[in-house]
């Protein structure tokens, strides 16, 4: 029962380099989103997709792209890594839009990023 | 505007109550979570609230929801260890983004 897997769970990346964080899950879910978890704040949405070929911006998209060619997967890629995106990123996904009624988010353990 | 805000730390001694407050904005939030991450996890629906209720309790949890006020607290009783871990309030702004606070690390000592 894999759930929600995210793939690498460190990097460190130089200024300037690009990387992408993959996100996989394999409960058939249509809702997957990117978010990233910085410290003293709350969790700030990326971007979110409501099946594939549909990706929507969040709050702070920015810097950052995605794609869900298919309905397991959905990477989140930085486009040119600055300072201000080291943080931690998790990936979430839901059978549901995730704010229904009984519907939960299921997160994966998330990737912490580095950029020096 | 979106702004879910709850206190950062809360230390409890093992078998007392631990009460987590949160406060949010949007009075058109239809659902409020609350969130458990354990160390290096990710996040997990710990429990939710409708808005047109005052009070939800499943076992060791009770969830007020102050809708005047939007306050939305969370009561764990019989506080254990393995109830360390950082809380999230959330609140529902449209059908697909939840907002969250900068979540509440709890620790139980004992």
């Known amino acids: 029962n894999a759930g929600v897997t995210q793939t690498p769970k460190f990097q460190v990346l130089k200024t300037g380099q690009s990387m992408t964080l993959q996100c996989a899950q394999d409960m058939n879910h249509e809702y997957m989103s990117w978010y990233r978890q910085d410290p003293g704040m709350g969790l700030r949405l990326i971007h979110y997709s409501v099946g594939a070929g549909i990706t929507d911006q969040g709050e702070v998209p920015n810097g950052y792209n995605v794609s869900r060619s298919t309905t397991e997967d959905f990477p989140l890629r930085l486009l040119s890594a600055a300072p201000s995106q080291t943080s931690v990123y998790f990936c979430?996904?839901?059978?549901?839009?995730?704010?229904?009624?009984?519907?939960?988010?299921?997160f994966g353990q998330g990737t912490r990023l580095t950029v020096v | 505007g979106e702004d879910v805000e709850q206190s950062l730390f809360l230390s409890v001694r093992e078998g007392d109550s631990s009460v987590i407050n949160c406060t949010y904005t949007?009075?058109?939030?239809?659902?409020l979570y609350w969130y458990k991450q354990e160390p290096g996890a990710g996040l997990q629906l710990l429990t939710y609230i409708f808005s047109n209720m005052d009070m939800k309790q499943d076992k060791r949890l009770t969830v007020l929801l102050n809708k005047k006020d939007k306050h939305l607290s969370l009561r764990i009783a019989d506080t254990q260890t393995g109830d360390s871990a950082i809380y999230f309030c959330a609140e529902s702004i449209n059908d697909y983004k939840l907002s969250f606070g900068a979540g509440t690390t709890v620790t139980v000592r004992a």
């Open positions: 979430a996904s839901s059978s549901l839009p995730p704010t229904g009624l009984n519907t939960e988010a299921f």
């Open positions: 949007d009075s058109s939030s239809t659902y």
